[in-house]
């Protein structure tokens, strides 16, 4: 059986509309998981977020509520990557 | 700078320690917790006023004319908890007052005082190297701001001359994490201790000049970001 999938289509240079909006709809969901789940990013927001807070471009409410929002991003993707293949961490990093 | 690993041998290597809960709990510490290494020259009547981490007092284990500075502690494997790594901190930055010290980061933590004898005798050149370059010098920390709506012209020249005028009162000067687009700057300094007032004056003066940036400037540090020393146990 031959399956007919957007890349098969693609490769023979057609497109179909739903099949498009499918991908775009992926590599979304590829951009915006990698950006979640960048530990250097999420490191690199903590500490900009205690650099906002010294300089006193935000309250202490704000910093800790963000703080506690990242950290706990950050715990999450530890453990999300933990569970994911060598090739799968080299992409999101 | 010298880049040295000292690792010990296997024969020393040890997990997370089951029994740590109990350790912690009967207030045993068996371990030994590592601030720094020291020259002992002229350091005989070394003495700390103040304590080590989980309130022990910190001593000196001696190799020929340098020594390795430690407290007991419980847990062979710490869990990086910002409380104790500021005081992890506060204490370097006491030590660094008494002496010159090799500052360790926080959590190096080793079994018994026999593979820190071995690693002092192992490292011993790369070590008198390195406290001889950190000689009667400290680090200086200068972050600079841009501010969030400004849209800076010729920034590159001017990150060039704060950083010039700067470079020419340090010793050396190297790059930190260029974690926010805010940062025009984020750069650690080592600078003679007799430089440090003309430093500091520098700093007033770039402030006074470039008044669309916010400076943050911290230290005197012991010289972390200069010293490529790591000792650990193999994990």
Not at chain 1, 78 to 92: D, F, T
Not at chain 2, 113 to 137: F, P, V
Not at chain 2, 185 to 193: A, D, G, M, P, Q
Request: hydrophobic residues 40%; contains cysteine.
């Amino acid at each position: 059986m031959i399956l007919i999938d957007d890349l098969m289509l693609r490769a023979f240079g057609l497109s179909l509309k739903p099949f498009d909006l499918i991908w775009y709809m992926e590599l979304m969901n590829d951009y915006a998981l990698k950006e979640k789940y960048n530990l250097k990013k999420i490191n690199a927001q903590i500490k900009e977020n205690s650099l906002l807070f010294e300089i006193e471009e935000i309250s202490e409410e704000e910093y800790n509520e963000k703080k506690e929002l990242l950290k706990e991003r950050l715990e999450k993707a530890k453990q999300i990557i933990e569970n994911l293949s060598e090739a799968q961490i080299r992409e999101i990093r | 700078m010298e880049t040295l690993k000292a690792q010990e041998s296997e024969n020393f290597q040890e997990q997370n320690n089951p029994d740590d809960t109990k350790i912690e709990n009967s207030g045993r510490c068996q371990y030994l917790y590592v601030y720094g290494i020291i020259p002992l020259k002229n350091s005989k009547d070394l003495k700390f006023n103040f304590i080590g981490l989980r309130e022990k007092p910190i001593t000196i284990i001696p190799y020929e004319d340098i020594g390795v500075l430690i407290s007991k502690y419980p847990f062979l494997n710490p869990i990086l908890d910002e409380k104790e790594a500021m005081e992890h901190a506060d204490i370097l930055k006491k030590i660094a007052k008494k002496t010159t010290v090799i500052p360790m980061a926080f959590g190096n933590v080793f079994n018994d005082e026999k593979i820190l004898e071995l690693i002092l005798k192992k490292s011993y050149n790369a070590l008198k190297e390195t406290l001889e370059q950190i000689k009667n010098k400290v680090e200086l920390g200068v972050k600079v701001i841009k501010n969030n709506e400004d849209v800076i012209m010729d920034e590159d020249k001017l990150k060039t001359e704060i950083l010039n005028a700067l470079n020419n009162l340090s010793v050396k000067s190297i790059p930190g994490e260029n974690f926010s687009e805010r940062l025009l700057l984020n750069h650690s300094f080592l600078v003679e201790k007799n430089n440090f007032s003309k430093f500091s004056d520098a700093i007033a003066k770039s402030e006074k000049k470039y008044k669309q940036f916010k400076f943050i400037y911290t230290g005197p540090w012991p010289p972390y970001s200069f010293v490529n020393i790591h000792i650990r146990g193999q994990k």
